[in-house]
């Protein structure tokens, strides 16, 4: 038994009170929160925990991001200085072609390490975006150990890259390069073995979930778009299907414009409560009833790149309104990091500056969508997502004691308008002390990071990247790139 004490702290608890409390300890025993109380009662019960001195921070519960790549972390900012179209072609090539074994397990280290240190405890992450590497089971088992063992509560979102199949991916052992033809079934086939052998045992935090990078649609302007690959959707969506009903697993997608009615309309079968519908940009009146009707989750993701490339807003009031969860996630880290508090800045700004209207949004909301909404999309609300007994202790202490968070009052509006995830200080997950006075204290950092440069140059001489890591001509001076 392990007991651990955070002890004196501001609690922002998100309980169906949303209490803040002053003063108040709270008391962890192996995985759970076992007493929330009076820090000085509660120092005298708990003699023999670990303490954590949070005088002068607040606890509260950890930030959930609906919306991360594996394979993310080592391509940030790779082709920023091309143009989308470009770019997207390129990214969705990257993974495929060129990363090995040694990639997954770097970028999942450095993943973990960037999330914990910002705050956030758990996501939702695709297994390797659009160009989804369910061709081999080793790479998703790698990432899954890797994130298990630092501590990063995590569903792998696992499924078929975008069409056409079979697709041709690259494999590279010892410097030795092959490639092979991979076709729809046999990544299918993986992806059952993977979530058959899902860890049952309370100690894992590492589970799989579903995902498609589109459902489809009917829009010709849309740049992923083809008749080619429309014909493939009704077959992803079926076999996702069966893996979802069969092992019970959520299912997420990105969803713009049309989609959402598509997907109604068509009876794909892939809309309900356990779906989370990622960016919703640029839906429509009936999309929002469908989703409200159906019971699907959304995940608002305001300063995602994607937002220049397809037309409309996130109508994140009106969902809300209608009684959808909303979520929030970073898109990241490929295309910027992983911080959520930036993220709830920028969705307030976003949809106030759409809205002229400074009462759109309060931060008190953006906070749940930050935290206990995300544990609703992702069904984890009985277990995580707020600062109560019983619930299992995925937390954050934030430092307060510094010039940008002084002078304390008002407390929510001081963490959503002005902390950052620098200030993150203390992460639990599971029970688990992770981090403490911002050090990772389940891997060796500056390995992690050394590791990483050292892989991702090894990637950028395999692809012949050194051109696009240079900085244009109209970089510096300009007001456009191009």
């Known amino acids: 038994m392990q007991e651990l004490l955070l002890h004196d702290a501001t609690v922002i608890a998100m309980d169906r009170s949303r209490a803040i409390l002053e003063h108040t300890s709270v008391a962890i025993r192996d995985e759970r929160i076992v007493e929330v109380g009076p820090a000085a009662t509660l120092r005298d019960r708990y003699r023999t925990a ?14 959930v991001d609906l919306h991360g790549y594996l394979g993310g972390s080592l391509l940030k900012s790779t082709g920023q200085n091309l143009s989308g179209g470009v770019r997207r072609t390129m990214l969705e090539n990257l993974l495929p072609d060129f990363t090995d074994e040694a990639w997954w397990q770097a970028d999942a280290q450095l993943n973990a390490l960037e999330r914990l240190k910002m705050g956030t405890t758990c996501m939702f992450s ?47 052992r010892n410097g030795v390069k092959t490639e092979r033809m991979v076709g729809f079934d046999e990544v299918m086939d993986n992806c059952e073995r993977l979530l058959s052998q899902r860890a049952q045992d309370s100690a894992s935090i590492v589970d799989y979930g579903v995902a498609l990078s589109r459902i489809g649609n009917r829009n010709e302007h849309d740049p992923v778009w083809s008749p080619e690959r429309e014909q493939w959707v009704r ?16 299912f997420w997608t990105h969803m713009y414009g049309n989609a959402i009615e598509y997907a109604h309309d068509e009876k794909l079968g892939l809309l309900g409560p356990d779906t989370v519908l990622s960016h919703c940009t640029g839906i429509s009146e009936r999309a929002i009833g469908i989703m409200r009707d159906t019971g699907t989750h959304g995940a608002h993701h305001p300063r995602a790149g994607r937002i220049y490339t397809y037309p409309g807003r996130c109508p994140v009031p009106e969902l809300i309104d209608a009684g959808v969860t909303v979520a929030l996630g970073s898109d990241a880290p490929a295309t910027h990091n992983c911080d959520l508090f930036l993220d709830m800045k920028a969705a307030i700004d976003q949809q106030r500056i759409h809205f002229k209207d400074a009462d759109i949004l309060p931060p008190g909301k953006v906070l749940e969508m930050a935290t206990i909404d995300g544990c609703k ?39 959503v308008y002005n902390a950052t995830g620098a200030d993150v200080a203390d992460v639990t997950v599971s029970g688990r002390l992770v981090m403490q006075d911002r050090k990772l204290l389940t891997i060796d950092e500056t390995e992690v990071l050394e590791h990483a440069q050292a892989v991702y140059q090894r990637f950028v001489e395999r692809a012949d990247l050194a051109a696009h890591t240079r900085n244009s001509d109209r970089f510096w001076g300009a007001s456009r790139a191009e």
């Open 50 to 63: 670990q303490v954590i001195d949070c005088r002068r921070k607040a606890v509260m519960p950890g930030m």
């Open 126 to 172: 695709m297994m390797g975006g659009n160009g989804t590497r369910t061709d081999d089971v080793a790479f998703t088992q790698i990432a899954a150990r890797e994130l298990q063992r630092i501590g990063l509560r995590t569903r792998i979102g696992i499924g078929p890259a975008r069409p056409p199949w079979p697709r041709r991916f690259t494999y590279w």
């Open 235 to 250: 077959k992803q969506a079926e076999a996702v299907l069966h893996l979802k009903k069969k092992h019970g697993v959520i």
């Open 377 to 415: 999309a992702l069904g984890l609300d009985q277990e995580l997502g707020s600062v109560e007994v019983g619930k299992k202790a995925d937390l954050i202490t934030i430092d307060l004691f510094q010039p940008h968070l002084y002078p304390l009052d008002m407390l929510v509006y001081r963490l």
